[in-house]
């Protein structure tokens, strides 16, 4: 059986790098939100804006001498929150129009019923990627 020792960790240029592109994810979402051109960057912008507050649990793990492993470890653990948070808010959604909103009454709508959300692939994707997550995590936590 080998052991590992570990590496003297990140180097001063690759904890400046991590530090500004997640400052810069923060700044480009901002942007996006704030232009006047287009609805979809805005509705992008928006959701960028949630990972950029996630994604700032980071930089206190990108310091000159810890190791890149615990960057990337927590960088797994803000995208398995992401997700979870996108399918609770995405029930969420879909509870609130159950309980408290009522359909308007047969032949008096020019817009057909949307499918329930459980047929859309988005709550799939996120699902799997969760899952998906998690294993990792579940990996990368043995292997240490």
């Given at each position: 059986m080998t052991t590992r020792t570990p590496g003297p960790g990140m180097s001063a240029a690759t904890a400046f790098r991590i530090e500004a592109a997640i400052i810069g994810l923060g700044v480009l979402a901002l942007v996006m939100i704030f232009q006047p051109v287009s609805l979809l960057i805005f509705s992008i912008g928006c959701g960028l804006v949630v990972l950029a507050a996630l994604a700032n649990n980071l930089l206190p793990f990108a310091q000159p001498g810890k190791p890149l492993r615990g960057v990337v470890f927590?960088?797994?653990?803000?995208?398995?929150?992401?997700?979870?948070?996108?399918?609770?808010?995405?029930?969420?959604?879909?509870?609130?129009?159950?309980?408290?909103?009522?359909?308007?009454?047969?032949?008096?709508?020019?817009?057909?019923?949307?499918?329930?959300?459980?047929?859309?692939?988005?709550p799939w994707v996120l699902a799997g990627l969760t899952l998906a997550l998690a294993l990792v995590i579940r990996r990368m936590v043995r292997s240490r």
């Open positions: 927590a960088a797994v653990v803000v995208a398995l929150v992401f997700c979870a948070a996108l399918l609770v808010a995405i029930a969420a959604a879909h509870l609130y129009g159950v309980v408290f909103l009522k359909p308007p009454p047969a032949g008096t709508s020019l817009v057909p019923p949307a499918p329930p959300f459980w047929m859309h692939p988005l």
